[in-house]
């Protein structure tokens, strides 16, 4: 029993070993370019999915295209995928099955964080984009598409392969947190609920019960919230 023991802390101090934790209050932080720096999201479900919805926040002051959220399967490495280009007159795409749907959005990268969601839905083609809490126009994209089992999902980084095939150019460089995705398109309620009350968790992707490996230079960390500052030179005295 005592060799077991042994066996079985050492195993888990082996870095990139898959986690389980509520990041509830945390983030996951990625402080520079790289094409090694990843982190890996084990999913609840294996699929195939017939729809997908994904809401998460990130803090970035990237002026380049990067990543958001990339999932791959073995015969598709784009099979959903959000991508956003600042410098590229706001561009945000929404991938699905390899092909891109294109958004120029009216939001800029400023200083703040910034909350995203999206769903697809197969049988109605239908796409949702809501940055902010603000709905863009929606649109019918790759009806009939199914997405195929086993995904691969990664942040940080853009796969142009099955969990693999990294550019730098392309890589995440800030904060990401509260990531939940399901299996179906969300409704109106449902995403009024996730951006306001936070009260909705993800049957795929869970941020609350989250199953991770993270590879390369990231860590977690806890959120910072800002602090109105009350300068006390500027008040009248008696």
């Given amino acids: ?39 890996k999201l084990q999913p609840e479900k294996n699929g195939p999915f017939g ?20 999932l791959a399967t073995s015969s598709m490495d784009n099979d959903f995928l959000l991508f956003y280009c600042p410098q590229c007159d706001q561009h945000f795409e929404v991938s699905v099955g390899g092909r891109d749907l ?25 796409v949702e984009l809501w940055i902010n809490g603000k709905p863009y126009p929606r649109k019918v994209f790759q009806k009939g ?29 800030g904060e990401i947190s509260d990531i939940h995705v399901w299996d179906t398109a969300l409704t109106y309620q449902n995403i009024f ?12 992707i869970n941020w609350r019960s989250l199953k991770y490996k993270a590879e390369g230079d990231n860590s977690v960390l806890r959120c910072l919230k800002r602090i109105y500052h009350n300068p006390t030179c500027n008040r009248n005295t008696v």
């Fill in 193 to 204: 609920d996730v951006l306001t009350y936070n009260n909705l968790t993800g049957n795929v």
């Fill in 51 to 70: 729809g997908l919805s994904i809401c998460l926040r990130y803090y970035s002051l990237l002026t380049r295209e990067f990543s958001l959220f990339s």
């Fill in 145 to 173: 598409h199914v997405i195929s089992k086993y995904p691969s999902i990664i942040i940080g980084q853009e796969q142009d392969g099955y969990g693999s095939n990294f550019n730098i150019n392309q890589s995440f460089v």
């Fill in 1 to 39: 029993m005592l060799e077991f023991l042994i066996i079985t802390v050492l195993f888990s101090e082996v870095p990139g070993y898959l986690t389980q934790e509520d990041m509830t209050g945390q983030v996951f932080l990625f402080p520079e370019e790289s094409d090694n720096s990843y982190v």
């Fill in 102 to 126: 294109s958004y120029n959005l009216k939001e800029r990268n400023d200083a703040e964080w910034r909350s995203v969601c999206a769903s697809w839905d197969s049988s109605s083609g239908v």
